[in-house]
């Protein structure tokens, strides 16, 4: 759990930074370009499902083959995040079968 508390003490730029710093979280840049998108894998995996408010966030085209998450830069302003939960392990049985390293 990432609290608001800690997002405004560490002065976070975005949500990849906050997720850095989670154990078992692993943040990286979906390509070598200026504004390339990054994704976050979980236990290895990037088969995660990101959800904002208890609902599932689609992947945006053109992110990864099919396997990768959802562009963190795209989702949310920091300003809007109130908490940040991470699910580790597969929680396909309750979120589903794209939710295989997380969510």
């Known amino acids: 759990l990432v609290t608001r508390e800690q997002l405004e003490s560490n002065n976070y ?3 990849g930074d906050a997720l850095r710093d989670v154990n078992g ?4 840049v979906a390509g070598g370009f200026p504004g390339a998108p990054e994704v976050v894998r ?7 499902t990101v959800m904002i ?3 599932k966030i689609g992947r945006p085209e053109g992110i990864g083959s099919g396997r ?3 562009d963190l ?5 920091m300003d809007n995040i ?3 939960e991470i699910v580790k392990g597969g929680a396909s049985a309750l979120y589903g ?3 295989v390293g997380g969510v």
Do not use: K, P, Y
């Open 13 to 15: 730029t975005g949500l």
């Open 82 to 84: 109130e908490r940040i």
């Open 42 to 48: 979980l236990n290895g995996d990037e088969r995660v």
């Open 97 to 99: 079968s794209d939710a």
């Open 25 to 28: 979280v692993i943040v990286s």
């Open 73 to 77: 830069n795209s989702i949310i302003s």
């Open 68 to 70: 990768a998450s959802i």
């Open 53 to 55: 408010d208890g609902r």
